[in-house]
């Protein structure tokens, strides 16, 4: 069955930082483009960052300088190291992926369950 796990979540005070993981399991050969999205209480799923399967990446105005999206291609697992975190970022994260199965099928638009990050005051 292929899946993204998503993992790292937490409680954190204001300026710490937290490192969220995207794992693509399954008979997968390679994420393409990922992205991370986050969606507030009460607020619209908004993209966070994304990055192509060549590595270019960007970022939404309010997290750029705070927060850095890598990818690890030999473990099919994206990364958001997320640095001076602010409460306006707690919210729950979601990855989302473009998957090459091993078989070469295409596995579009999958979603992980999502992790939740809180960030106290």
């Known amino acids: 069955q292929v899946q993204l796990v998503e993992s790292g979540g937490g409680l954190v005070q204001a300026g710490g930082s937290l490192r969220l993981s995207c794992a693509a399991s399954?008979?997968?050969?390679?994420?393409?483009?990922t992205g991370w999205y986050r969606q507030g209480l009460g607020n619209r799923r908004e993209l966070v960052a994304g990055?192509?399967?060549?590595?270019?990446?960007n970022y939404a105005d309010s997290v750029k300088g705070r927060f850095i999206i890598s990818r690890d291609n030999a473990k099919n697992t994206v990364y958001l190291q997320m640095n001076s975190l602010k409460p306006e970022d707690t919210a729950v994260y979601y990855c989302?992926?473009?998957?090459?199965?091993?078989?070469?099928?295409?596995?579009?638009?999958?979603w992980g369950q999502g992790t939740q990050v809180t960030v106290s005051s």
């Open positions: 399954g008979s997968i050969f390679s994420m393409n483009a």
């Open positions: 989302n992926a473009d998957l090459i199965g091993s078989d070469s099928s295409y596995y579009a638009d999958y």
């Open positions: 990055i192509t399967s060549g590595g270019t990446t």
